[in-house]
């Protein structure tokens, strides 16, 4: 069956049929022109969009279907998490050329309900166009947060301990092995493998943020790392007009991404520093919560968090390493989308 045959309502039907999460929040859901929904009086509400292109954001040559339409809702979770909150409901736009069968589309489905049901989001509806060329996906998604534990970029304050969840450079290896498909690459192969799963299947840190949300913890700014430490990190900066000194031998790294990069002459540094789509959360603290949050993030999340610095009064981004030297990072390093490199 293609396209030209299922046409518009029908494919709405075919992907309505196939998303099993409910919410006993939706009112009214796919199939009128508006979805209804009942908010919770108490709290914010948060609302995110992320686009992704074929061709700027994902290659279909290293993404499957299924494993496009997880990632599709993971980025836009992760900015929910951002700021301390949960994702409840998404509407989602995808335009699609004619050359893709609707066994792509089913697969594209089949990931984005698996990410529903894993992270409790319903879908409530979207649009379905045609496009001349190249796939594209919109995702737009609300969620809730505590009305005195909203967590934003500015307020980092000098003097508070920069954190950061999980590891860092991962992703971003794993896209570097996906595009040089006929490299002799040394060392084991399941290390690979780890670091490419990092990138195909992103884990936003829903956990770690509403244990935060509901931790007496004074959080003090926090974003999650799409496009790079270093320049993730600079919007915090920007935003509470303060510096930062980040600590090289602090920076989370996985032992496959270290393994990975000393047998193959690799910087596993640069990675850490500037790899884009780990979803990791990066926030701030004053330094009196500093060993209460170590100890308790674990037992809390099983999420370990790191300190990899300290905000300083001193504005620019320095990076301080093992012998104690310090060096000034001249600028943000990471992705940017009008320029298309790191």
């Given at each position: 069956m293609d396209l030209s045959k299922l046409g518009e309502f029908g494919l709405i039907s075919r992907f309505q049929s196939?998303?099993?999460?409910k919410s006993p929040q939706v009112i009214h859901g796919i199939g009128d022109d508006c979805a209804v929904f009942s908010p919770n009086k108490d709290n914010y509400q948060v609302l995110t969009t992320d686009a992704l292109v074929e061709t700027v954001h994902f290659n279909l040559k290293t993404h499957t279907a299924e494993q496009l339409g997880w990632k599709t809702l993971a980025v836009n979770i992760s900015d929910i998490a951002a700021m301390g909150g949960r994702p409840q409901f998404a509407v989602i736009s995808?335009?699609?050329?004619?050359r893709f069968p609707v066994d792509f589309l089913d697969q594209l489905y089949k990931g984005l309900?698996?990410?529903?049901?894993?992270?409790?989001?319903?879908?409530?509806?979207g649009d379905t166009v045609a496009s001349p060329k190249h796939l594209f996906i919109n995702l737009a998604l609300l969620g809730e947060t505590r009305k005195k534990r909203v967590f934003t970029r500015s307020g980092a304050r000098p003097g508070d301990a920069i954190f950061v969840t999980g590891t860092l450079g991962d992703s971003a290896a794993g896209l570097h092995i996906l595009k040089s498909p006929k490299r002799q690459w040394q060392g084991p192969e399941a290390q690979r493998k780890k670091l490419v799963q990092r990138h195909l299947k992103p884990e936003p840190r829903v956990a770690t943020a509403d244990w935060l949300a509901r931790s007496r913890h004074k959080v003090s700014s926090m974003i999650d790392i799409s496009d790079g430490l270093t320049q993730d990190l600079g919007h915090i900066l920007t935003a509470g007009r303060v510096g930062a000194e980040l600590w090289e031998p602090q920076l989370p790294i996985?032992?496959?991404?270290?393994?990975?990069?000393?047998?193959?002459?690799?910087?596993?540094?640069?990675?850490?520093?500037?790899g884009?789509?780990?979803?990791?959360?990066?926030f701030t603290l004053p330094h009196e919560d500093v060993n209460k949050l170590k100890i308790e993030s674990i037992t809390k999340t099983g999420q370990p968090v790191t300190q990899i610095g300290v905000i300083t009064a001193k504005k620019g981004l320095r990076l301080r390493s093992e012998n104690g030297r310090s060096k000034i990072l001249q600028k943000p390093m990471g992705f940017n989308h009008f320029?298309?490199?790191?």
């Open positions: 196939r998303l099993k999460h995808v335009a699609i050329p004619k309900d698996r990410a529903c049901r894993k992270y409790q989001v319903a879908l409530v509806g996985s032992k496959p991404l270290l393994k990975h990069s000393l047998m193959n002459h690799l910087s596993a540094l640069d990675w850490a520093l500037a884009g789509e780990d979803y990791e959360l990066l320029q298309g490199k790191s």
